[in-house]
């Protein structure tokens, strides 16, 4: 997705009640106004489109509300409280693949299809995810169908290799904590209600892009799996909370709506 058009899907969610009914009567060069009229009518007819916006009404009394598919594009794709509380079926799905030197193109999009499905790298032909593999998964572009000398397995580690061990070498945790650090510090740095529509679009964007660190490298292990004093949970609570707030300071709204985890 293009910035611009995570960014609108973004203020969509957390415009709260002005973006729960939002009449182009009624818009102007506030921050609501940023968010709208910028290409507001190609844009929002593309995510009618793709199914992320439903509208309905004419002209200037259109309603245009979010699909759950917009919703969870807002996040990144990714719904972390769902993948938090899967019961995990005690399987591990591990994906080993032979790819030679000529292939390198092939191999980094294949690497990079993994990382996004929640994959762990246990060696640099050798990934794993507690998660079942989806339908999109093997659809992909560099996925799994379109690639020889590959394997897929389901099960368990021999000998004494307990599950922590596995999650720990697989997923760079020291990383994964200090990601959810530097984000925390961000939406400590909230912008005061009074501030300009520019600086609520200046922090919004500084919030998304350390937001997408995150959705690539934590795979949201099931409970289960996460390791000792994972900030995770805690941390995707927060976001929610401030951007909340961020509705309401940004839009000058009462809190009624939003993104609940």
Known sequence: MKPRTELFLYTLVW???VMARPTFRSMNESFEGWAWRAGLLDRVRRLEEQGSLECSGRSVDRVVKLTERGRLLALGGVDPTRLWDAQWDGKWRVVSFDLPETERKLRRVFRE??????FGCLQRSLWITPHALGKDLLEAEGSLGSLKGLAVVEGGFAGKVT?????????DFPKIFSLYEEHGKWLDALPAKESSPEEFVSWAEGELER???ILHWDPFLPQALLPEAYPGR???DKRLGVLKEFGKRAFGTSSQGGLEG
């Open 15 to 17: 415009g709260l009640d």
């Open 113 to 118: 299809t993994l990382r996004r499905h929640n």
């Open 163 to 171: 599950n922590a061990e596995v999650v720990s070498s697989a997923w």
């Open 211 to 213: 937001w997408r660190p």
């Open 234 to 236: 805690t941390a995707w």
